[in-house]
């Protein structure tokens, strides 16, 4: 299919990239989307095409990723050499002058010196010693020229290739939506008594005392939370591809600190559960937007706030990897998403998803349980 032909695109020419790494990115991303699209061509159900459809966006975005930092890496260079080649129109007219000058007079008359034997002799030393660096400046330019040419192309190539790719992982996105509507029942460990998650809707002041509740609201209870995530703690993956804007207990603008992080994404991004886990919660909650709670082990919760969509009904228990949502939509998506500015800073990412971890009722820094050190 189209998809895993698009991603060979996004492995750009080495020359053309300052860093190698965000080819080794891309070549990734085509393997992750290739193995995508052998499980979309085999799913049988609605359950296997949303692990599929799950894979092949996640391979999208990060393919996506390292083309626009590849493209970003690409127009610095060429700024530089436009720089370079620009600070040398004065050298390279005069250049030009002395050549033609040369070149217009066939006669060795244009090679005597008006001071005699003598002063002819030491021009055509100082010519002979000149000649080599002149060639030597010649090559350079040559060579600054072809690879701006190869730049601007690789640009073109680039630019269209990134507009193609959003296309194709918007309709990933929908026909993830569907997949996810028809899919079979997920099993569950309880049901959430709908009577007592209202009040606790309506009571709950802060999201500590909404956390502090959500063991009320539970019925039917078939099973316990799984009781460890032994050697997995501090080794999980973040739940969303990003940047972190700010760690737990760093202040913001306002001075407000949160027992949370806070990612910055690219609109429309997949999160995904980082371990397999009980969904304690999903939809609107204060002022944090559609909100999933999900509970990895006893006494655990990941709370994430601020998704547009969210996937899955409290009790459900889900996989690791499994989609719990999307970001927003932010009106300028396409025009967003097709720059290159401030790409890895995070300045075009206009969402940001909150991430808490809770532990027996007391919030913990989510850098002891996730790998932060890398942005997701």
Same mark, same amino acid.
């Given at each position: =299919?189209?998809?895993? /032909?698009?991603?060979?695109?996004?492995?750009?020419?080495?020359?053309?990239? @300052?860093?190698?790494?965000?080819? %080794?990115?891309?070549?990734?991303?085509?393997?992750?989307?290739?193995?995508?699209?052998?499980?979309?061509?085999?799913?049988?159900?609605?359950?296997?095409?949303?692990?599929?459809?799950?894979?092949? *966006?996640?391979?999208?975005?990060?393919?996506?990723?390292?083309?626009?930092?590849?493209?970003?890496?690409?127009?610095?260079?060429?700024?530089?050499?436009? @720089?370079?080649?620009?600070?040398?129109?004065?050298?390279?007219?005069?250049?030009?002058?002395?050549?033609?000058?040369?070149?217009?007079?066939?006669? +060795?008359?244009?090679?005597?010196?008006?001071?005699?034997?003598?002063?002819?002799?030491?021009?055509?030393?100082?010519?002979?010693?000149?000649?080599?660096?002149?060639?030597?400046?010649?090559?350079?330019?040559?060579?600054?020229?072809?690879?701006?040419?190869?730049?601007? @192309?690789?640009?073109? %190539?680039?630019?269209?290739?990134?507009? #193609?790719?959003?296309?194709?992982?918007?309709?990933?996105?929908?026909?993830?939506?569907? /997949?996810?509507?028809?899919?079979?029942?997920?099993?569950?460990?309880?049901?959430?008594?709908?009577?007592?998650?209202?009040?606790?809707?309506?009571?709950?002041?802060?999201?500590?005392?909404?956390?502090?509740?959500?063991?009320?609201?539970?019925?039917?209870?078939?099973?316990?939370?799984?009781?460890?995530? @032994?050697?997995?703690?501090?080794?999980?993956?973040? +739940?969303?591809?990003?940047?972190?804007?700010?760690?737990?207990?760093?202040?913001?603008?306002?001075?407000?600190?949160?027992?949370? #992080? *806070? =990612?910055?994404?690219?609109?429309?991004?997949?999160?995904?559960?980082?371990?397999?886990?009980? #969904?304690?919660?999903?939809?609107?909650?204060? $002022?944090?937007?559609?909100?999933?709670?999900?509970?990895?082990? /006893?006494?655990?919760?990941? #709370?994430?706030?601020?998704?547009?969509?969210?996937?899955?009904?409290?009790?459900?228990?889900?996989?690791?990897?499994?989609?719990?949502?999307?970001?927003?939509?932010?009106?300028?998506?396409?025009?967003?998403?097709?720059?290159?500015?401030?790409?890895?800073?995070?300045?075009? !990412?206009?969402?940001?998803?909150?991430?808490?971890? !809770?532990?027996?009722?007391?919030?913990? $820094?989510?850098?002891?349980?996730? !790998?932060?050190?890398?942005?997701?």
């Amino acid at each position: =299919m189209k998809w895993a /032909a698009l991603i060979l695109g996004l492995v750009l020419p080495g020359a053309a990239m @300052a860093q190698q790494d965000n080819a %080794d990115r891309a070549r990734a991303a085509m393997e992750m989307l290739q193995a995508a699209s052998e499980q979309l061509d085999t799913a049988e159900t609605a359950r296997d095409r949303v692990r599929a459809l799950t894979r092949t *966006i996640q391979a999208f975005e990060e393919g996506l990723a390292a083309l626009r930092s590849g493209l970003r890496q690409v127009a610095v260079r060429e700024a530089q050499l436009s @720089a370079q080649l620009q600070a040398r129109d004065e050298e390279i007219a005069a250049l030009l002058a002395v050549l033609q000058r040369i070149g217009a007079q066939r006669s +060795p008359v244009a090679f005597l010196h008006p001071g005699g034997p003598t002063g002819t002799a030491r021009a055509g030393m100082l010519l002979a010693e000149m000649t080599p660096a002149l060639n030597a400046r010649v090559s350079d330019l040559r060579r600054d020229l072809e690879d701006l040419q190869v730049l601007r @192309a690789v640009q073109t %190539d680039a630019a269209d290739q990134l507009a #193609i790719g959003l296309n194709e992982v918007q309709a990933a996105r929908m026909a993830l939506n569907q /997949a996810i509507a028809e899919r079979a029942t997920l099993p569950t460990r309880f049901t959430q008594d709908p009577v007592r998650e209202a009040i606790l809707l309506d009571t709950a002041q802060t999201l500590d005392s909404f956390a502090r509740g959500l063991s009320q609201v539970t019925a039917d209870q078939t099973a316990a939370a799984p009781e460890s995530l @032994a050697g997995e703690k501090g080794d999980l993956p973040l +739940p969303v591809q990003g940047v972190i804007l700010r760690r737990a207990g760093t202040a913001d603008a306002a001075g407000i600190t949160r027992p949370g #992080i *806070i =990612m910055a994404t690219r609109p429309r991004a997949i999160v995904t559960s980082p371990v397999a886990a009980t #969904i304690r919660y999903t939809g609107p909650l204060l $002022d944090l937007g559609e909100v999933v709670i999900l509970e990895p082990q /006893a006494d655990v919760l990941f #709370i994430l706030a601020g998704l547009n969509v969210v996937y899955g009904t409290a009790g459900e228990v889900i996989d690791a990897g499994a989609p719990l949502g999307l970001m927003g939509d932010a009106a300028a998506e396409n025009r967003r998403e097709l720059s290159t500015d401030g790409d890895d800073t995070g300045v075009t !990412r206009s969402e940001t998803l909150y991430i808490e971890v !809770r532990h027996e009722n007391a919030p913990e $820094d989510p850098s002891l349980w996730f !790998r932060t050190d890398k942005d997701g």
